[in-house]
């Protein structure tokens, strides 16, 4: 009786969850409706004297420098710089941050001693490191990597950090009694708990190695789309420029896109997707 | 006895580092590293005096002048476009790009559209730090509880007030992520603005320091950086304490039940 009532809200709830969006236009008309008021806006700016189209060339002329940049093979060895850098770095950073977090997590006396360390040094900016980049490496990969290492490995270590905490003390205690071992514990029990931890911690860390991989390109010089960036700005290739830099952008959507679907099926067993998925 | 112990775990770690730092550099001069007495001598010298005037102030206001702007206009931004659902769904992609967007991309062309001067300066910021604050809000106001919401209508709750005691103190724990976001986002982006085009202000300094192999004084610069960003996050949380203390209070209990 009573499950067939909660069968009966939950179908007036899912009836009204899809009634309320097909009121007017579909959400990806909308959408779409926003980009092409965006581009226009962009395409009229110039053309209506508001800014110089030395400074800001209108938005059809952008997109033609991007189709033309498609074309050449020196764009895509400056993306696959990049994504190299980017690529490196996060694997880096994921697997130190995981393997320091899962040690530090499982035991209370290194979480409560490394603690003040780790809050100190957390908020230090990474791109504070440039300088010391540009000493030891000068102007190649290695630079893009130090500064992409050190701001993912904090992203990791915390959410890594606050999964283990958020482990259940009688499943930990039910591991221990059924004489589990620090491996079979940390795989069976921790592990489990942790992935949702670790994969937001992965998707933030993502986004923000593109910043780095792009900003060390920018300041530092090494390869890839944000020395092309600095190049055409210094160069005055101004549509070019604005070209890249909606490739960058691209480039950071992607990532973002691809990071969300990994996540929703590395954890489709998962409570919080799972519950994502019938509603 | 038990205040030791907390003493031991809060210095022990930062105490074991400081001494290996400091026998790890007193043999032979290493040309990279300093020595810890040599860093803290040329820390207080480069740093207390006229320097914290012209470079180190300056930098600090147009990072909080940007960072309080970028904040005042996420929030309005965000809650005009959460309350809305068409608007909402307008917005959508563009500020999902925008987000997307590096943001140190667009200082080269804030140097077009504004020129090099402080103006500049404060737009990289709030160019940067406004996404994650106007899309956390928007995304505090679509998730309030729909019960909420229909409560303050039958009470006929409209207008100004919804918005004051309704929809901001629901969206504040969201909201106050973003914030967390845009203050690391924008010390990164007052560094790099001062880095590429400037001729004073903590980044252009610093990189002074690098290329003129100044090495101890380019350290020093990483510590002044090292140190407002934890001074930030340590202003970050007793903020976040007092604006947020109904709503740990409120977790406390639930977890307690």
Not at chain 1, 17 to 29: D, E, I, Q, Y
Not at chain 1, 70 to 91: C, N, Q, Y
Not at chain 2, 144 to 154: A, F, G, H, L, W
Request: charged fraction near 10%; glycine fraction near 8%; include cysteine.
């Amino acid at each position: 009786m009573t499950q067939t009532t909660e069968q009966s809200t939950r179908a007036a709830v899912k009836a009204k969850a899809s009634r309320v969006p097909s009121k007017g236009l579909p959400k990806w008309v909308l959408g779409l409706v926003g980009i092409v008021v965006f581009l226009g806006f962009w395409e009229l700016m110039p053309a209506l004297g508001v800014v110089q189209a030395k400074y800001l060339p209108p938005a059809s002329e952008v997109i033609a420098a991007l189709v033309t940049d498609l074309g050449l093979s020196a764009f895509w060895v400056a993306v696959g710089d990049t994504m190299a850098a980017w690529a490196i770095g996060l694997a880096i950073a994921v697997v130190a941050a995981l393997v320091l977090g899962l040690v530090i997590g499982m035991s209370p006396f290194l979480r409560r001693f490394t603690n003040s360390s780790i809050e100190f040094l957390r908020p230090i900016p990474s791109v504070a490191l440039i300088p010391l980049a540009v000493l030891l490496f000068g102007i190649k990969i290695e630079s893009s990597l130090l500064l992409i290492v050190y701001a993912c490995f904090w992203q990791v270590l915390i959410q890594v950090l606050y999964g283990v905490a958020d482990v259940d003390n009688v499943a930990m205690q039910t591991a221990r009694s059924y004489g589990f071992s620090y491996a079979q514990r940390v795989r069976d029990v921790v592990f489990p708990t942790m992935l949702p931890y670790l994969m937001t911690g992965i998707r933030l860390a993502a986004s923000v190695a593109l910043i780095l991989a792009i900003t060390a390109e920018l300041l530092i010089g090494s390869p890839g789309l944000g020395k092309e960036i600095a190049l055409a700005q210094s160069g005055g290739a101004i549509s070019g420029m604005y070209a890249l830099i909606l490739a960058t952008g691209f480039l950071g959507v992607g990532i973002n896109a691809v990071t969300r679907v990994v996540e929703k099926r590395v954890l489709s067993w998962h409570p919080s997707v799972r519950g994502e998925a019938t509603v | 006895m038990k205040t030791l112990k907390s003493f031991g775990y809060l210095l022990g770690l930062p105490l074991i580092l400081l001494a290996w730092w400091w026998l790890a550099t007193s043999g032979e001069p290493n040309f990279f590293v300093p020595t810890p007495a040599k860093l803290l001598t040329t820390f207080v010298e480069t740093w207390f005096g006229e320097r914290m005037l012209t470079d180190v102030l300056p930098s600090i206001m147009r990072l909080l002048v940007g960072v309080l702007a970028a904040i005042v206009l996420g929030i309005v931004l965000g809650l005009a476009v959460g309350l809305n659902r068409t608007l909402r769904a307008v917005t959508e992609p563009v500020f999902e790009f925008f987000r997307a967007l590096p943001p140190p991309v667009l200082v080269p062309v804030l140097m077009l559209l504004v020129g090099i001067n402080d103006g500049m300066k404060i737009a990289v910021i709030i160019s940067g730090c406004v996404w994650p604050v106007l899309l956390n809000t928007i995304e505090g106001v679509r998730s309030i509880d729909p019960v909420q919401n229909e409560t303050s209508r039958s009470y006929g709750i409209t207008g100004f007030s919804r918005i004051r005691y309704q929809i901001l103190p629901s969206a504040t724990p969201t909201i106050m992520a973003g914030v967390r976001q845009a203050l690391s986002i924008g010390l990164i982006l007052m560094v790099i603005s001062e880095m590429f085009a400037s001729s004073s202000g903590l980044g252009f300094t610093i990189v002074q320091f690098q290329r003129s192999f100044a090495v101890p004084e380019m350290w020093s610069g990483i510590v002044v950086l090292g140190l407002i960003g934890v001074a930030l996050s340590f202003i970050f949380q007793w903020v976040q304490r007092r604006v947020l203390r109904w709503y740990h209070g409120l977790k406390e209990v639930e977890n307690a039940v």
